[in-house]
């Protein structure tokens, strides 16, 4: 599964932007999703994970209420809309892929990962 993320950019605090994640390469379906993040001198974080059939979604509690996960297996794409954006939720925002095998909020359960894309909040 190759898997490309777009959609970040510079947006003032308060603000929303809009990430998508296309995947191809493989069946998408099958595979749960998520959304992690690494802000500069920190760790990768979690921050949304989607089930691939019945749409349950998980949340970091940092950014639950204001992001929601949600994907299209049809079109092979899992977006994450981003609101009230604070911050310190810049960072560059990576998509991945898993087969389903242990919690999604671990990122090394991940199997496959996109390139990221920069999401910078200004106050």
């Known amino acids: 599964v190759q898997l490309q993320a777009s959609g970040g950019g510079l947006v003032q605090a308060g603000g929303s932007l809009s990430l998508s994640c296309a995947a191809s390469?493989?069946?998408?379906?099958?595979?749960?999703m998520g959304w992690f993040r690494q802000a500069p001198g920190k760790e990768r974080e979690f921050v949304a994970a989607?089930?691939?059939?019945?749409?349950?979604?998980y949340y970091a509690d940092s950014v639950k209420g204001r992001f929601t996960i949600s994907r299209d297996n049809a079109k092979n794409t899992v977006s994450l809309q981003m609101n009230s954006l604070k911050p310190d939720d810049t960072a560059v925002y990576y998509c991945?892929?898993?087969?389903?095998?242990?919690?999604?909020?671990?990122?090394?359960?991940?199997?496959?990962w996109g390139q990221g894309t920069l999401v910078t909040v200004s106050s």
């Open positions: 991945a892929a898993a087969r389903g095998v242990g919690s999604l909020r671990i990122g090394g359960n991940y199997d496959y």
């Open positions: 390469g493989r069946t998408f379906s099958g595979y749960d």
């Open positions: 989607i089930i691939w059939n019945f749409g349950i979604t």
